[in-house]
């Protein structure tokens, strides 16, 4: 039991494999990203086959009948299939003058960053040395090393 | 004429005519596991009898309208016949839109409303703009307000003095609801039960527990502390849409502190994330964002507007917007401001009553003002001069 403990933290540091800024910074990034995302699971519609796209819908049988004019040609359709990094990159914000989206992003914060333990979100004092996650105790450390560490989850 | 007012939030719209009530409808598009070939649009969220693992089809994307396919159908089935039945031929619309809207999708909205839908007139405004109208009818005499307008994509402090938006005052933190389901769904997932895929349950979730701390680290030790003596424990009962359809949080009088229970019910146990999930708000910097958390942001965009105006901005604070919800929102708001300005400032926190339709309220105001007719454009003016004649009129 005791030198299971201290297992987890007395690997030989040399052959321990650490991350260097940049890729720490891109699993943040990554991390931060999936926080974006409006699911997590595949569409349930992705799976079927295309042919019941195609079945009629019981809502729309009545309304296709007189719809309303269409005012869509190719160049409108295009013009609504932008996300939004393209349209951000489309208004050319970086060389416009005055208030804009990206200069109303609030600045950094000039308190002190704050600590929390990545498995259990208590406050933490230590860092991990392979790849710069808090944790707050061996037995957290532990877990961490089991499921997040090096393996490339979330 | 009638006047429709719609606040077009990018996780539910607040849609109503200006002399009825407001109704608030889900600004997307579901589908669900259990009826394979059905998309349902905005309130028919209501037909799906089991939301576990609800797939989104969301036409905002950080906060700004991109999937204008999925906007439309909303917008069809809320104008149609099942909901609003709006006579296009006799009637405006007031219709919201973030800051520092893209150019592109103010053209795209013209556009529809206009000649797809064929308006007789709009106004297209921000929701801080509607709110702080809202703000300065009820008290004429101040003349500047700051508004926070926390919502699903973001959160945005918006100075507004005499009616006008500051435009050099206006801050945007990148934290909104839908990081702090999101994150919530992250971390007990990783910590208990694997949930990622039900967004919907752990909203209702985020929604029925989380509450902002007045003493973040004093909550962090109660929140350790074992058995009874630890009063931020909570139990959740997940639903499972057959016995038991909504969710709840057990009574602490019905806790059992071991976590064991004969009954077959599934459980979240929640600690620190009841608080911890809701500081993202105030320190963004926790989660790596490295952005300034509501009050400080609130205090950094005040101390850059002009001297003699900053008194007035920090005995004005109106929250607006689905976050403020949040248990202690507002004192813990009141708290640092107050801790962070001069003695000889007032610092005044104004709660709405409703901070979700605050926005539509002022809407409904400003459709009632005399001056409303000045503010719109018509579709006469529209047809003859175009874009620009929008981008003249509105204060976007």
């Known amino acids: ?34 926080l974006e995302k409006d699911n997590f699971q595949d569409d349930p519609h992705a799976s079927l086959p295309q042919l019941a796209k195609r079945l009629p819908q019981f809502d729309e049988s009545n309304e296709s009948g007189k719809k309303r004019k269409k005012t869509r040609g190719d160049h409108f359709k295009q013009r609504f299939r932008k996300n939004f990094q393209a349209l951000l990159e489309e208004e050319n914000l970086s060389v416009s003058e005055g208030p804009n989206y990206l200069t109303a992003c609030a ?24 790849c710069g996650a808090r944790y707050c105790c061996v037995r957290c450390l532990g877990t961490h090393h089991e499921t997040r560490c090096l393996k490339w989850t979330v | 004429m009638t006047t429709l007012v719609l606040d077009n939030g990018a996780y539910t ?17 579901f589908r669900s596991k259990t009826s394979r070939l059905k998309t349902f649009t905005a309130s028919q969220l209501d037909e799906i009898k089991d939301p576990s693992g609800l797939f989104y089809i969301l036409p905002f994307q950080k906060g700004y309208l991109v999937n204008w396919d999925v906007q439309r159908k909303v917008w069809d089935h809320l104008f149609g016949k099942e909901m609003f039945k709006v006579d296009f031929s006799d009637t405006s619309i007031v219709i919201t839109e973030p800051y520092f809207n893209f150019t592109s999708i103010q053209e795209s909205m013209n556009e529809i409303l206009f000649e797809e839908y064929q ?27 700051i508004v926070v307008d926390s919502g699903f994509s973001f959160t945005h402090i918006v100075p507004y003095c005499r009616g006008k938006k500051m435009k050099d005052g206006i801050c945007r ?9 999101n994150h919530l769904k992250e971390i007990i997932s990783y910590r208990q039960l694997h949930v990622m895929d039900e967004t919907y349950v752990i909203n209702q979730v985020k929604e029925d527990v989380c509450y902002v701390s007045q003493d ?37 009088e019905e806790m059992n502190f071991t976590g064991k229970y004969k009954t077959g019910e599934q459980i979240l146990r929640l600690t620190n994330e009841r608080f911890a999930v809701p500081e993202m708000i105030f320190h963004p910097s926790d989660i790596g964002i490295q952005e300034m958390g509501i009050p400080e942001a609130l205090v950094n965009s005040v101390n850059n507007l002009p001297e003699e105006m900053q008194p007035h901005f920090f005995k004005n604070i109106v929250l607006t917007g689905g976050n403020t919800l949040f248990p202690g929102f507002r004192d813990r708001v009141y708290k640092e401001v107050r801790s962070l300005t001069p003695t000889d400032f007032d610092v005044s926190v104004v709660q709405p009553h409703n901070p979700i339709c605050y926005s539509w309220e002022g809407g409904k105001l400003l459709s009632e ?28």
């Open chain 2, 173 to 181: 933190i990148n934290v909104g609801g839908k990081l702090l389901t």
């Open chain 2, 216 to 252: 973040f680290y004093k909550d962090m030790e109660i929140a350790q502390l074992k058995g009874e003596e630890n009063t931020v424990m909570r139990d959740y009962v997940l639903p499972d849409f057959s016995a038991i359809k909504k969710g709840f949080c057990k009574p602490r």
């Open chain 1, 107 to 130: 600045e950094p914060s000039k308190l002190p960053q704050r600590h929390f333990c990545a498995v259990c979100g208590f406050p933490s004092n230590y860092t991990c040395v392979s």
């Open chain 2, 13 to 29: 719209a607040k849609i109503g005519y200006s002399h009825e009530k407001v109704s608030v409808i889900p600004n997307c598009q």
């Open chain 1, 1 to 34: 039991m005791v030198e299971k403990k201290i297992a987890v933290r007395s690997q030989d540091a040399n052959q321990r494999r650490v991350l260097d800024r940049a890729t720490r910074q891109r699993r943040l990034t990554r991390q931060l990203d999936a």
């Open chain 2, 369 to 396: 003002n005399p001056d409303f007719d000045e503010m719109v454009v018509t579709r006469e003016d529209y047809e003859e001069n175009g874009h620009y004649i929008c981008e003249e009129k509105f204060d976007i």
């Open chain 2, 119 to 145: 308006f007789q007139a709009a106004l297209r405004i921000n929701a801080g703009s509607l709110s702080a109208h809202r703000y300065f009818q009820e008290n004429s005499s101040e003349l500047c307000c």
